[in-house]
């Protein structure tokens, strides 16, 4: 079986939930370490190699999962311990064999390094601009004004020269997309957001600015618009707001510019985050060759599992409706009235498919049953409601498509059933390798220090 970057992916994703979930084992009995010192916990080892986590280690553990440290109790002490545990075990388990990175991992490490030493130097400018704000007695403190200050001084030092025809269409071109407005909800707000500027490619390397020497294209500016989160982007409706966009963008360049890392990160938690990446790396590599690859694929193991509950792969009922909620049950009457005419739906389908903004809403039986199924009943074009939500809400859909549930064959479910098991075995088979390796290195509490440490967030 060749390994696919989904592969990749989920086996990244198993080793997370078992470090920073709660998916591992909690930590044994064991056998008792009384000779550890007192801040140890536990150990591990392999030969020369030792491996030992600490009443600081199992503290910051809790801090990077929201626990407070005064108030763990037994079973998330236990609970720390084991994903600890579980860690120090592949690092002696990979301690003997060379990394084995990708070419992916590599980029992505060298992204993570160049990442946080912008974030570093970003926080070196708050840190001037608030001192120097605190001199002159303003206690401003909001990073979006701080920012704005920031890159606001800097470009008055060096102001870029702009092409105002190119900022011009620009604008033309931000503004001609849809605005998010207030009544919006997440996927319609996203909707909108998700579309870009409509630019002819040919301008692509057309230049908007020059600053510092250096010219800034319009595909930068669509680089920049793309690498932010998609419900970040804002609504660019006029030529001024795009040159801030783009002060921005130069700003932030400057500074990746000024914080190309030479050496080790300056910020021990930015080298704690390297290192984990690179630790995380080498794990994946290990679990694929010693666990991942062994999962048994072929068509007689997938049949098997199958077998077990053919129910359990049946395609449950779904449907395709628009919804609407009004506010008296008046105007929801006229509504379902009017959309029981084929005019009616017809308008209201053919309305909300025309509107990019607008997306049908699709249910199944495990998200929603009873308005999945009276929809199924309803079958297209059909109609459900009114129903009283609550205080002033009342609920009307159209139903566009639908269909019941129904059984599928193994030839039809296949893929299906090679994704469940394929998940479920690895993650049953990593637990399994794991508490193997703990056995291996000789596991040993140091139980005194870990009563010790529940003793403390228990009082």
């Known amino acids: ?185 997440l996927v319609q707000r996203a909707r909108k957001l998700t579309r870009f500027p409509a630019i002819a490619a040919a301008d692509s390397d057309a230049v908007i600015a020059t600053y510092a020497g250096s010219p800034f294209l319009i595909r930068d500016l669509l680089r920049e618009w793309r690498l932010l989160r998609t419900l970040d982007r804002p609504h660019l409706a006029d030529a001024r707001q795009v040159r801030d966009f783009i002060g921005t963008a130069l700003y932030q360049r400057l500074l990746r510019a000024r914080a190309r890392p030479a050496g080790a990160p300056v910020r021990p938690d930015d080298a704690r985050r390297l290192r984990d990446q690179a630790e995380g790396f080498v794990a994946t590599a290990w679990a694929v060759r010693h666990v991942f690859s062994q999962v048994p694929r072929d068509s007689l193991t997938l049949r098997r599992e199958y077998d077990r509950d053919p129910s359990r792969w049946d395609l449950p009922a779904r449907a395709e409706i628009v919804r609407r909620h009004l506010s008296s049950r008046e105007d929801a009457d006229n509504l379902a009235e009017r959309l029981r005419t084929r005019a009616g739906a017809d308008s209201l389908a053919a309305h909300d498919r025309a509107l990019p903004e607008r997306v049908p809403d699709l249910i199944d039986e495990r998200g929603d049953r009873a308005l999945t199924e009276r929809s199924v009943a309803a079958g297209p074009r059909g109609v459900v409601g009114p129903d009283s939500l609550e205080a002033s809400t009342w609920r009307v859909a159209l139903v566009l498509e639908a269909s019941a549930r129904r059984p599928r064959p193994f030839d039809e479910a296949r893929a299906a059933v090679d ?30 220090a870990l009563a010790r440490l529940v003793a403390e967030g228990a009082r």
């Open 1 to 185: 079986m060749r390994w696919t970057a989904t592969t990749a992916e989920l086996s990244l994703g198993l080793l997370a939930v078992t470090f920073l979930a709660a998916a591992s084992t909690p930590a044994r009995a064991g056998t008792e370490a009384v000779d550890l010192p007192d801040t140890v916990v536990a150990q591990l080892a392999d030969g020369a190699l030792v491996e030992r986590v600490t009443v600081a280690d199992l503290r910051a553990a809790a801090r990077r999962r929201g626990l407070a440290e005064s108030e763990l109790s037994p079973a998330q002490v236990r609970e720390l311990l084991g994903t600890q545990l579980d860690r120090r075990a592949l690092r002696l388990a990979t301690a003997a064999e060379a990394p084995a990175w990708t070419p992916q991992d590599s980029a992505q490490h060298r992204g993570l390094g160049l990442q946080l030493a912008f974030e570093a130097a970003l926080d070196s400018a708050y840190t001037v601009e608030r001192a120097r704000r605190a001199a002159l007695g303003d206690t401003v403190t909001h990073p979006a004004v701080l920012g704005a200050a920031m890159r606001d001084l800097e470009l008055a030092r060096d102001t870029p020269a702009w092409d105002d025809a190119v900022v011009g269409r620009l604008a033309e071109a931000f503004a001609a997309l849809p605005a998010p407005s207030a009544d919006d909800d």
């Open 419 to 448: 994704r469940a098991w394929f998940d479920g075995e690895c993650e049953r088979r990593l637990r399994l390798a794991f508490d193997g390796l703990r056995r291996q290195y000789g596991e040993r509490i140091n139980e005194a």
